[in-house]
């Protein structure tokens, strides 16, 4: 028995089995989609393991390894449909059905093998189909992956459920149609896997950072399935800096979740933020990977994100932001990944190291390519603010306004725009 | 004597607990603590970060350092030491300088301690104290 079962007078409870069940499904549904090498199949193979988990557990205690007793159940759970459908398939060997503690066992000890760490890469990898558009490789992920039901996803997407389901369907038969990659990858596939992999993760995790409003509470749980899956992927692949980067970038980014918003809803800049609500236990996580990462000396982008976030993470109050250091650190991410978005970042340090004048300047150029980003008109108007020159940042506020994506950004604009408006009005008297 | 309890469980499971759910098990956990705090029979209480963020040495000729956790099932834990430094680098040179006074076979973990709770010294009967020569 496990220390949490044997726990309180509720013996086995049910949050530890849902908890031991949402952590083994990656890991069994992999495998049970080598086994099949159908997506159809190894889910409900696994659910069907589920139910007899819910059955089984709290009567003879949770099996040693949770994971090999799910993988094997939900075998034995398949192949006895195909045997019902068709008499002429080949039996389960014998032992596997009578002695499931040893089968466990053994099962056990080849989970931790490359094969195993393959078909969980492949199970991921199967999302970031080419052809689905980067919101359907998220969804078919939270469904497949994580777990999650088409209710929960079609709330984190604001659509509807039937809309959800359709989306879904679709996109698992577009799967279905393509070449899934069954072979055991050679290195390049593999790294090359890896990455398509650790992208999508990132976009899990966008999507439910960027939520905003009424959307954050059904979003928020999309931060802690990405950082969840980044955890799993980084125990795969130990040695990979970017693994590490990215779970730490997560980690210190959603560790600020409690202090992004206010009571009403509205955007906390990061600076106005109050630094004692971000959760300590994430931060000191995401700088312990940092640390462990930077070893290799081989700086990836997720690793330089990471860092910066490192930055404000260890700035105990906003005045203690070492802008020199993040400005530094945008150069490096400028070489390693160039885009006019983070030359717009960087632009928000260099305004704190050298003036708005230098940050306004760098930012001109970017002009064409975000004409129709946000960020770029708010980050104007605010520098053109500081400069003084308040006609033009009215103007590059109105634009800001016109371009926002959620109700929380409009509003945050309209807190300048309204300030000018008075402050101009207390000028004119 | 002193006894060390070390706890062991499926993290992914535990990483798989809702905040309100780790709260739960935290403060039940506590109330164990604390009848043995009272005591004066507690000494220090730490919760180790996920494996993710440990390195191992591992001990030979040349001390080489691994990503990960120490996996082996074929050596033993015999100890373990508490040490206070300014980032990784300084924890590996402090377990590289253990692994040259013992040199030949074995391992160390290094692993981040996440919540850690030093000897509780205001005990009723003080024991505690000159225990854990706190």
Not at chain 1, 319 to 340: F, K, M, N, V
Request: glycine share 8%; proline share 5%; aromatic share 6%.
């Amino acid at each position: 028995m496990s220390e949490m079962a044997s726990m309180g007078g509720a013996g086995m409870d049910g949050a530890w089995i849902d908890a031991a069940l949402t952590a083994a499904r990656p890991q069994a549904v992999a495998a049970l989609l080598r086994y099949f090498r159908d997506l159809d199949t190894a889910e409900e193979a696994f659910q069907d393991a589920c139910l007899r988990a819910l059955k089984a557990w709290p009567k003879n205690g949770p099996p040693r390894d949770p994971t090999a007793w799910l993988i094997l159940v939900g075998r034995n759970a398949a192949l006895d449909g195909v045997r019902k459908r068709s008499k002429s398939a080949p039996l389960p060997s014998e032992e596997l059905i009578s002695d499931l503690d040893d089968a466990e066992a053994a099962l056990a000890d080849r989970l931790d093998g490359e094969h195993y760490r393959d078909d969980v890469l492949r199970l991921l990898f199967i999302c970031c189909h080419p052809d689905l558009p980067a919101t359907q490789q998220v969804a078919v992920a939270l469904r497949i992956v994580s777990g999650l039901s088409v209710r929960q996803i079609a709330r984190a997407f604001l659509v509807s459920e039937a809309a959800m389901e359709q989306r879904i369907t679709r996109a698992k038969a577009r799967i279905g149609a393509g070449d899934v990659p069954f072979d055991t990858p050679g290195p390049l596939e593999r790294a090359e896997r890896l990455n398509a992999v650790a992208a999508m993760v990132y976009l899990i995790f966008n999507e439910g950072y960027s939520a905003s409003g009424e959307a954050v509470q059904a979003k928020g749980s999309l931060c802690d399935e990405a950082i969840r899956l980044a955890r799993l992927l980084l125990r795969l692949f130990q040695g990979e800096p970017e693994v590490m980067g990215l779970t730490a970038l997560l980690l210190l980014q959603h560790a600020r979740a409690p202090a992004r918003f206010d009571a009403e809803g509205a955007v906390v800049l990061l600076e106005d933020q109050d630094r004692g609500l971000w959760n300590r236990r994430m931060i000191t996580e995401g700088l312990a990977l940092i640390d462990k990462a930077v070893r290799h000396r081989r700086p990836g982008p997720y690793l330089v994100q990471a860092a910066i976030a490192a930055e404000h993470a260890r700035a105990e109050r906003a005045q203690d932001t070492s802008w020199a250091r993040i400005d530094l650190l945008y150069g490096d991410l400028e070489q390693l990944a160039p885009s006019p978005v983070v030359s717009l970042n960087r632009a928000v340090a260099v305004s704190k190291v050298a003036g708005p004048e230098a940050a306004l300047a760098m930012i001109e150029p970017l002009a064409p390519r975000l004409s129709g980003y946000f960020h770029f008109f708010g980050l104007k108007g605010g520098l053109l603010l500081q400069l003084g020159r308040r006609e033009e940042a009215r103007a590059a506020f109105d634009q800001a306004i016109a371009l926002a994506n959620t109700a929380a950004e409009a509003s945050h604009i309209r807190l300048h725009l309204d300030r000018l408006m008075t402050d101009g009005a207390a000028a004119e008297k | 004597m002193l006894y060390a309890i070390f706890c062991y469980s499926c993290e992914d499971v535990v990483g798989a607990w809702t905040s309100a759910e780790d709260a739960a098990v935290m403060s039940r956990l506590a109330i164990v603590e604390q009848k043995l705090a009272v005591t004066g029979r507690l000494g220090p209480v730490a919760r180790l970060l996920p494996t993710t963020t440990a390195v191992t040495l591992r001990k030979g000729r040349e001390v080489l350092v691994i990503d990960g956790p120490f996996a082996e099932t074929r050596e033993q834990l015999l100890g373990f030491y508490v040490v206070d430094c300014d980032g990784l680098e300084q924890a590996i040179d402090a377990a590289r300088e253990l692994a040259m006074a013992n040199p030949g076979a074995g391992a160390y973990e290094i692993r981040p301690i996440g919540l850690y709770r030093p000897v509780a010294v205001r005990t009723v009967l003080g024991g505690a104290m000159k225990r854990f020569g706190a």
